[in-house]
């Protein structure tokens, strides 16, 4: 998939000025850190030291791939040998006070670059580590919690996961529920009224972000009343002006917060030919006219059905990151080291290839690793890859 027009790149728009603005509002891991606010202030030095670093580093960078927590530990080598920058914890250890999470931190990254970690915990049917505690579905919060309530349950949560190790949560869903019924997504909705989803997400964000998490709004641009779930299927949305009257709202809501913004993998009809994550149209409203310009861009799973029914992971991947994603995610991830170890070889071959013939300019991988760093508080200047 060729795309004619590249995401604007970042240079000379203060782009890490605007990042640590973001850091001193508080609102991406909790409290920013004034020492890599400060260092992320002077553009130039963090633009130079990302641009000095190997093309092979930045393709690594901008992957998230999914492990189980059975052979976690095995998985480190591989990481670390290709520079992986995220991990999504499909499973929870038995234990997860066992510091295996945090061995694993340390091992799969270098030196002063520790690998993002992230966890889908929705509640409900959708939660990795209920045994930390159970939380209820989003929408039985909704339906029997004010915001206030939501915002200090999900804070005492929050500050488990970070005690054993999490940095992101995949959450709160923007979704918006139909009208009537419940969509592909039952009751990991808040509600079919956008001012209460509204509402809930940003209790959300903020009981995240009190405990010194990264929250990710998903599934932009709204999967709530899509025709499927797209792990399965190809799926269709409503019209784009249904979805800019109901879906965006949440969006338009919590542009300020500080929150990542998962990309879906839905298709919007009359506006994009095909998955959501894979066009430059999507980042570009995203990132322009929602004003989220420096905040954090994932993909949902790439290897999902209504992605690999058209292209291969690695076209897909290589796509996701030309159309303005800061990270792809991949969540296949088996506990086999030698199949983990070929798979992200792969990916990051298309990614340096797309890099050399230009479809990935060189800056906008580094601009993506920048706000990759910039979200854990690592100061680019740091790395020694």
Known sequence: MSYPEQMPSLRNRAIAAGLAGVLAAGSVVGIASAKVTNSLSSEPAAEQCIDNL??????????????????????ASVFKRYHVGGAVLMTAPSNPYD???????????????PVLISTDEEGGE??????????????????????SQA??????????????????????LADVAPRQGY??????????????????DRAYVRGWQAAGLLPTLKHFPG???????????PAITPSLSSLKQRDFVPYKKLAKSGTAIMVGNQTVPGWLKGPASLSPLVDRYLRKTLGYQNNLVVTDALNAAAVTHAVS????????????????????????????????????????????????PKPQLADSVLRKLTAQHIAACSIKP
């Open 54 to 75: 190997p093309t092979s580093f930045l393709a690594g960078q901008v992957l998230m791939v999914g492990i189980q927590a059975e052979g976690m530990s095995n998985q």
């Open 151 to 172: 915002q200090k349950l999900i804070t005492q949560h929050g500050r488990k996961l970070k005690d054993v190790g999490v940095d992101m949560v995949l959450g709160p």
């Open 313 to 360: 992971e690695t076209q897909a991947v290589v796509d996701a990151i030309a159309a303005g994603n800061d990270m792809a995610l991949i969540v296949e991830g088996s506990n086999d080291t030698a199949s983990n170890a070929k798979l992200i070889k792969q990916l990051e071959a298309g990614l340096e290839k797309a890099v050399w013939s230009g479809a990935i």
């Open 223 to 233: 999967m709530g009343s899509a025709s499927g779930n797209t792990d399965y299927q």
């Open 126 to 147: 959708v939660q990795r580590f209920s045994a930390i505690g159970a939380l209820p579905s989003p929408m039985q919060v909704a339906n029997t919690l004010r915001p």
């Open 183 to 200: 969509g592909p997504l039952g009751d990991r909705v808040f509600s079919s009224n956008p001012q209460v989803v509204s509402a809930y």
């Open 99 to 113: 510091g295996s999470i945090k061995r694993f931190k340390r091992a799969a990254g270098r030196r002063g670059d």
